[in-house]
């Protein structure tokens, strides 16, 4: 069986002067960098597996015995001349792939290009994590039992028929989600410094620093988006989260600017209008037009998000989203500031694409100027590089601990140490803030003060804390 595909360019001879691959857990990216556009057809081929790439009048001048192939889905490649003038490149795999490829026109840092990722059919990173939504429908379950028991029993056939739900429904006790995007990758570098440092390079070490914290943390749980040296798009960063059911998303980035002066940290979530700066718009065009590199383009599509269908339980709005965004984003600045001057002394908005989930709270760090000598060599050691991913971290913590989401373990303990007070109240399908605070003789900013709430959106299933007249 022969699967073939045809992609037109300008027919022109062309030279290969380089190979590059990343292989990534669920496609590999294999880039020849050529002289001059050319003409490709690319097919598959089976029994045994192989991938076979044409260019027409093109030469080989690259090595391609100085491929890396582990990790990938090639165990070899075989390369020859085809009809006098063209070049074929067979790839021998491991596995059934689904070619995907496209040219690419010069640009800052490289020429022209001819970019062939080999998809992998049904692979997933997914290890059958716990779906939040379901988690809070077993959780919400055991509280409408034990409210349907406490008006129709005595308070001891309600303990026992609480304790009884439990053995039978027990808490989930579910480890709260981080999803960590180490920024740019593969053959997009990101910024380059004075002295040479690649931004892809100091986000992946401290990203991999925050990974170790956080799955150090009890009832905490890392994701990493790229744990290698490969290319991830935009659009694909936020759909790996969300099928990782992520409770928050954090985008690790190195800023740059045509002057060495600029230094400091920032802190940046999704701005659903403007930008709150120039600077913000700059930067949001700069990082969103990182796709470009890969050839991705196309609007933000929602379509594997079937769930949404029963998230009126959790309320997930964007508005609901950016509030806890800004929330965390005002910690993660605070923990910043004493490990590292800050750029800006708030939490910057912008449009940027990365953050465009509208159900997972997400912001984009950028950790300091690697435009900046002294920044550069300082995001290049790796004590400052655990200081950074300390701050984020920390800044992480203090928000879940304030605000724990329903059925998390964290949640548990904190019901477990304050029991029934009668200082606390969980939210119920219909209620709204300022019948919550009517109901408990409190005024609506107290309610909102002590809860360090900003809006007036609240989900099914949240505890406040209620103030003391």
């Given amino acids: 069986m022969m699967v073939l595909v045809s992609l037109a360019t300008f027919a022109k001879a062309s030279e290969v002067d380089n190979m590059r691959l990343w292989a990534a857990p ?3 990216r294999l880039v020849f960098d050529l002289s001059a556009p050319a003409q490709a057809d690319v097919f598959t081929l089976d029994n045994p597996d192989r991938l076979v790439i044409d260019l027409e009048d093109s030469r080989l001048q690259a090595n391609p015995d100085h491929l890396n192939l582990e990790g990938s889905a090639i165990s070899a490649v075989r390369t020859g001349v085809r009809n006098g ?3 074929r490149v067979v790839l021998d795999l491991k596995r059934h792939v689904e070619p995907r490829y496209f040219t690419l026109a010069p640009n ?3 020429g022209h290009r001819l970019v062939v990722d080999l998809e992998y059919p049904g692979e997933s990173a997914v290890e059958d994590p ?3 939504i379901e988690a809070m429908i077993r959780e919400q379950e055991i509280v409408a039992a034990r409210a349907q028991a406490a008006g129709q029993a005595s308070e001891e056939e309600t303990n026992a028929a609480a304790r009884a739900l439990q053995q039978a429904q027990p808490h989930p006790k579910r480890d709260i989600i981080v999803a960590i995007d180490a920024g740019h990758g593969g053959e997009d570098p990101g910024a380059i410094g004075p002295s040479g440092t690649r931004e892809k390079d100091v986000v992946l070490d401290i990203s991999r620093q925050l990974q170790r914290l956080v799955n150090d943390t009890e009832g905490f749980r890392a ?3 790229r744990d290698g040296d490969y290319y991830v798009g935009l659009r694909q960063r936020t759909r790996i989260a969300r099928e990782q059911k992520a409770d928050f998303f954090v985008s690790i980035h190195a800023d740059a600017f045509n002057s060495p002066r600029p230094q400091g940290s920032s802190v940046y979530a999704l701005s659903q209008s403007g930008a709150t700066s120039e600077a913000a718009q700059w930067l949001a065009n700069s990082e969103n037009r990182a796709d470009l590199i890969g050839g991705v383009d196309g609007s933000l599509s929602l379509r594997d998000k079937d769930e949404v269908l029963r998230g009126v339980l959790m309320d997930l709005t964007m508005t ?3 509030n806890d965004s800004l929330a965390i984003g005002g910690q993660v600045l605070d923990q910043l500031g004493r490990a590292n001057r800050l750029h800006k002394s708030r939490v910057e908005q912008a449009g940027f694409v990365v953050l465009k989930s509208p159900d997972i709270p997400s912001l984009l760090i950028e950790t300091g100027f690697i435009s900046n000598p002294d920044e550069e060599r300082r ?10 991913a300390q701050a984020v971290h920390s800044g992480i913590m203090v928000h879940f601990e304030r605000n724990p989401p329903p059925a998390s373990l964290l949640a548990w303990e904190r019901d477990q140490e304050r029991g029934s007070s009668r200082d606390e109240y969980r939210i119920q399908p219909g209620d709204t803030l300022s019948e919550i605070a009517s109901r408990h003789q409190v005024t609506l900013s107290q309610l909102k003060q002590a809860n360090e709430i900003n809006g007036d959106v609240i989900r099914v299933g949240q505890v406040l804390r209620i103030p003391r007249s």
């Avoid at 995001?379 to 950074?388: A, E, G, K, T």
């Fill in 223 to 225: 994701v990493m988006i």
């Fill in 130 to 132: 716990i779906d939040p």
């Fill in 379 to 388: 995001l290049n050691d790796p004590v400052h590089q655990r200081q950074l």
């Fill in 320 to 322: 609901a989203t950016l």
């Fill in 108 to 110: 800052d840092q490289y």
């Fill in 26 to 28: 669920d496609h590999a």
């Fill in 85 to 87: 003038t063209g070049l």
